[in-house]
Every structure is written in structure tokens, then in C-alpha cells.
């Protein structure tokens, strides 16, 4: 859990100073508030199921899931079909590509954990063999 608010930490510093300019960049600041919120998602919802479940790849591809589903329901219900706000093809699909991004990245901190995990264990094997 501790990996998440580091990788969120990390997100939103450098985030944050492209979100202060808002000038003729706002089009492409708004795909980055796109693309990282999906991604933050992804990561968030995927960590909550695999701190609960423990289950690998399962988690990954639901936390990708419930991003995408955020993604295209806020661009095709809030903003096209009850006109809050104002629909793109484009934040979609960058929704989704940060969707699959964190999705992607939640897997490969899964499996850096578990191998970090696997070697303190051969460790501590190895010093009760000295022990003994």
C-alpha cells in the first residue's frame, strides 16, 4: 500500500506544474488530467482489490476495468447525454490508454514486491542454516 502513495505522490508532483499554466495548452493539460486519472484509478481500485484479495493479475485487470468504465460513463452519460459537460472521442481513448497504463504498471509493482519478498526469504533461510 505504502508503493501506491508513492506512485500517486510521484503522479501528481509532476502533474502538478503543468496544471498551474492554463494558456493555449489547456487541450493538452486536460488529455494529462485524463490520462493520470484513469491511470490513478486503475492503480487505486487494483491496489484495494489485491490488498484484499490477493490476487495478482485478477486485481489489475479489475482495477483497469473500473477505469474504463469511469472513463467512457463520464464521457458518454455526464457529457454527451446529460450535457454537463462537453464530450471528446479523444478524452476517451486517453482515458483508456492511461487505464491500460496503470493497470500495467499495478502488475509489474506486484511482481517487484514479490520478488523482493522471495528474496528476504531465501535470506532468512540462509541465516538459520548458518545457525544451525
Known sequence: MVNFF???FFVLVINAKSQVKITQDF?????K??????????????EIVYQTTNLEGLS?????GAALILTWGKELVWDKRLGYGVYSL???LVGSGGAGSGGMGHRV???LRYKRKQKELIK????KELLL
Not at 489489475?60 to 483497469?64: E, P, Q, R
Open 6 to 8: 508513492k506512485i500517486l
Open 27 to 31: 487541450i493538452i493539460d486536460d488529455k
Open 33 to 46: 488530467a485524463h490520462f493520470y486519472g484513469s491511470g490513478i484509478i486503475s492503480v487505486g481500485v487494483g
Open 60 to 64: 489489475s485487470l479489475i482495477g483497469s
Open 90 to 92: 479523444m478524452d476517451g
Open 109 to 111: 509493482s506486484i511482481d
Open 124 to 127: 532468512l533461510r540462509h541465516s
